[in-house]
């Protein structure tokens, strides 16, 4: 059992000497009082509708054939249009193909290795593979097997490493 803080603002369950929650950045140093005793087993997933979540992105702005990522923490969502396969990490030099970069935003220190996870288009929406990271690809609370494809819905969950984000985009109408 180990001492934990309770984000004041999203019930996020952070170490007990962190001053800032590592899911939604609040400050954590008024809840002093928001020690508790948790242990290794106890969910680590935002429980917050996607209605909520997708209030911090406008979706008239994600592509047609993309997403928009929002990133906890960071005032801004990403729009990307996705083509061809995405991937998801640090900077790398002679990087092939599409990539979000998360360099700037701490990836390093989140735990966030440089080929993370890679997005791809699927005829019904997206998929989601983690690339042999060293820190894990969660797909809502489900730990993601390497190079294994995940099928996802809009407004999914993930986290890379110790990194928060959610992705939506278009859902697509089956014509029949």
């Known amino acids: 059992m180990t001492s934990e803080k309770f984000c004041p603002i999203c019930k996020h369950i952070n170490?007990?000497?962190a001053a800032f929650?590592?899911?939604?950045?609040a400050s954590l140093a008024e809840n002093t009082t928001g020690l508790v005793a948790a242990n290794d087993r106890t969910a680590r997933q935002l429980d917050v509708s996607t209605e909520d979540i997708l209030a911090f992105m406008?979706?008239?702005l994600i592509p047609e054939c993309g997403v928009g990522i929002h990133i906890a923490g960071v005032p801004k969502p990403y729009y990307v249009a996705v083509t061809h396969d995405l991937i998801i990490g640090r900077e790398m030099h002679a990087a092939s193909g599409a990539m979000l970069?998360?360099?700037?935003?701490?990836?390093?220190?989140?735990?966030?290795?440089?080929?993370?996870?890679?997005?791809?288009?699927?005829?019904?929406?997206?998929?989601?593979?983690d690339l042999?990271?060293?820190?894990?690809?969660?797909?809502?609370?489900?730990?993601?097997?390497?190079?294994?494809?995940?099928?996802f819905q809009s407004g999914s969950q993930v986290r890379l490493g110790r990194m928060h984000l959610v992705i939506a985009y278009h859902v697509r109408e089956r014509v029949r």
């Open 132 to 151: 042999f990271s060293r820190n894990g690809t969660w797909l809502n609370s489900l730990r993601l097997s390497p190079n294994k494809p995940y099928p």
């Open 58 to 60: 406008d979706t008239a």
């Open 21 to 25: 929650c590592s899911f939604c950045s």
């Open 101 to 129: 970069d998360l360099s700037e935003l701490d990836a390093f220190n989140m735990g966030v290795s440089r080929r993370h996870a890679m997005l791809r288009r699927t005829d019904s929406g997206f998929e989601l593979l």
């Open 15 to 17: 170490s007990s000497t």
